[in-house]
């Protein structure tokens, strides 16, 4: 075959391999990384992240994560050779007075190379915006059949679950929706309210959840209160839940129809990042290795260089949340902050030590925690251990029987920061020499490349050495994202080439490779969507969030007729449904009505002056927050 020749097959092939769509048996599946920044985002894409969701500079709901547009178009341009997709998180309520700046951020974070938007507010789908894909946030509260094929019709590519939904309950929506792609969260910090269903932070303060500056008001200490004025528990984090992790889970969520595995945490740090998802990114391929119908959402290989351990990062504990059994216990009344891995018992206490059997576990710098007597949550750091002694900086509130956690591993963090990640994409190398040029391809089996030099190139002398340096040169890749996995050398008969130019034509292909790389990536346009079809409900109430016109413009446009302002909107919420949740405080005390409990009256909580009344729906198994009017700062406490 004469070179032209090959050259025309080497393009054929490129543009087929470009071109294919994968096995329709094979079902990809894809892990969701939060972005906190640019290094976030780099370190997410090289643990092995499919996916990224950023927050741009406005719009975003981490009012604290924003990134700039110019860090966004880096990080599109670093995730890309990769096939890694970046999406844009503008899940924000919209007033109307925002409403054109929203549309003008839009456009140019989508210029900036954005695979898709993930919005809340409907009125996305009335803008003036370039054709990408949108994702139904998991503040639109989806987790009934109807809303999923709505949210499908209307021309969402993805929707993204209620935390709270149970497996049944995302089955169901999968066989509703079955052109969506479903994401659900599957680690880190739960909102205990319904997604985009929570305005207690608004109920204390200007800040909105629903408008990115969340007052975590569900974290603070309360006290409950009888209907008889009886204090029954003082400064409990009675809204308070642990963390979650559905390691465990993975498979039967994929068998579901899940697709998306996403990891909250676009406020944690570095470490964090790279903890986690690396953990899932492990779990994922076990799978994937396992099973033939299951597919990587992306290109490459992961060395970590460490072993993940999400118990090392932070974590207030950790549940499936209403997976598997929605009786389960999720309260963390003692404390909302990280308690870490359970260490021991302490045996012993002495003037400056503690005497625990795990002792050497612990190692100077980590940092310990413990409930003090009156149950808070007390820590301090290690200075030495002389195991089964332990030396804190602060002995106050230790005592015999007091249990132990670590939640700072100063080894782990240090691993982690000397830890040497890769993610690596496998190529092959061909290198075809003639007496007057040669000819080196990368071929990734997505992606082929080509360079040339001019001759002419004589004969070697020593063949075996001739060939041995081509292989050697070509597979110099250094820091660069591929890992040659193969070398094939093609010639007429033996021939010297210089290292130089073989290196010069190695650095131009990978330039190529890269370029071709980014080329390749493709942003899928948004979904048609279809006019005609209804919202489930005819009328809206303040709890669907309509806080703008073009949002109301699309409700009216899909057959509804009467709409709520949206409560975030609300100047007073006395008397208003401020939480709505799967998680009930009586199930929680075990004093479900429906067993029977001791007590059945009503139930209050304050915190401050805030003052709220508990409702629970049995029928549903469902527990609402009503706000009460605000305690006068006169008030005397109560008993």
């Not at 985009?196 to 200490?221: H, I, T, V």
């Not at 948004?526 to 949002?551: G, H, I, M, Q, Y």
């Amino acid at each position: 075959m004469s070179f032209l020749w090959r050259v025309a097959l080497i393009k054929v092939i490129t543009f087929v391999r470009m071109n294919q769509s994968f096995p329709l048996s094979k079902k990809s599946i894809e892990l969701l990384a939060p972005v906190k920044d640019y290094e976030c985002g780099c370190a997410a894409v090289d643990c092995g992240a499919d996916a990224l969701y950023v927050g741009p500079p406005r719009f975003g709901a981490r009012v604290d994560a924003g990134v700039s547009l110019s860090d966004i178009e880096r990080l599109c341009g670093y995730a890309h050779r990769f096939g890694v997709r970046v999406f844009a998180t503008m899940n924000t309520l919209l007033y109307e007075s925002e409403l054109k700046e929203a549309e003008r951020l839009a456009n140019d974070v989508c210029r900036a190379g954005v695979d898709g938007l993930i919005v809340q507010d409907m009125a996305f789908l009335r803008m003036d915006l370039p054709p990408v894909e949108l994702h139904a946030s998991t503040q639109i509260f989806t987790m009934t059949p109807e809303r999923a094929r709505f949210w499908s019709d209307v021309g969402f590519t993805r929707i993204n679950l209620e935390r709270a939904a149970t497996l049944e309950e995302i089955r169901a929506v999968v066989q509703a929706a079955p052109e969506a792609e479903v994401e659900v969260f599957v680690h880190g910090a739960i909102c205990v309210s319904y997604s985009g269903r929570c305005y207690m932070s608004r109920s204390m303060s200007s800040r909105s959840g629903n408008r990115g500056a969340c007052l975590q008001a569900c974290r603070l200490p309360f006290d409950l209160y009888d209907e008889a004025g009886k204090r029954l528990m003082t400064g409990k984090h009675l809204l308070s839940v642990r963390d979650m992790n559905r390691g465990e889970y993975l498979e039967a969520l994929i068998d579901a129809g899940v697709t998306s595995f996403k990891i909250e945490g676009r406020l944690k740090d570095i470490n964090y990042v790279r903890n986690v998802v690396g953990y899932y990114r492990n779990r994922l391929d076990a799978l994937i290795e396992r099973r033939d119908d299951l597919q990587r959402a992306s290109q490459g290989r992961t060395m970590l260089g460490f072993t993940p351990d999400p118990r090392k990062s932070f974590s207030r504990g950790t549940v499936a949340y209403y997976l598997m059994n929605p009786q389960e216990s999720v309260a963390s009344f003692d404390t909302p902050k990280s308690m870490g891995d359970r260490i021991g018992t302490v045996e012993q206490v002495g003037r400056d030590y503690l005497v625990c059997s795990e002792a050497s576990r612990l190692a100077p710098g980590d940092g310990i925690c413990f409930k003090n007597q009156s149950g808070v949550l007390s820590g301090t750091s290690v200075n030495r251990v002389e195991p089964p002694r332990v030396y804190p900086n602060r002995m106050e509130g230790i005592e015999r029987g007091t249990e132990l956690y670590r939640n700072y591993d100063r080894r782990f963090v240090l691993e982690l920061d000397r830890a040497r990640t890769e993610r690596k994409i496998p190529v092959a190398v061909t290198v075809e020499i003639g007496p007057d040029r040669v000819t080196l391809w990368l071929d990734d089996s997505d992606v082929s490349v080509s360079c040339t030099a001019a001759g002419p190139f004589d004969e070697a002398r020593d063949a075996d050495q001739a060939e041995k340096s081509i292989r050697t040169q070509v597979a110099k890749m250094g820091n660069t994202i591929y890992e040659v996995e193969q070398v094939t050398v093609r010639w007429d008969r033996p021939r010297f080439v210089p290292a130089a130019r073989i290196n010069a034509l190695r650095r131009e292909a990978v330039e190529r490779l890269d370029t071709a790389r980014v080329a390749r990536h493709t942003i899928r346009r948004r979904k048609e969507e279809r006019r005609e079809v209804p919202f489930p409900l005819s009328e809206l109430a303040a709890e669907e969030n309509v806080t703008n016109s073009l949002a109301e413009r699309f409700y009216r446009e899909h057959g509804v007729t009467r709409i709520e302002r949206g409560e975030d909107l609300s100047e007073s919420f006395e008397g208003l449904r401020v939480m709505r949740m799967r998680y009930c405080l009586r199930r929680e005390l075990g004093w479900c009505l429906q067993k029977r409990p001791k007590y059945t009256g009503r139930l209050f909580i304050e915190t401050g002056p805030n003052r709220y009344e508990l409702k629970f729906d049995c029928r549903r198994c469902e527990m609402s927050v009503v706000c009460l009017p605000k305690r006068e700062k006169n008030d005397k406490k109560r008993a």
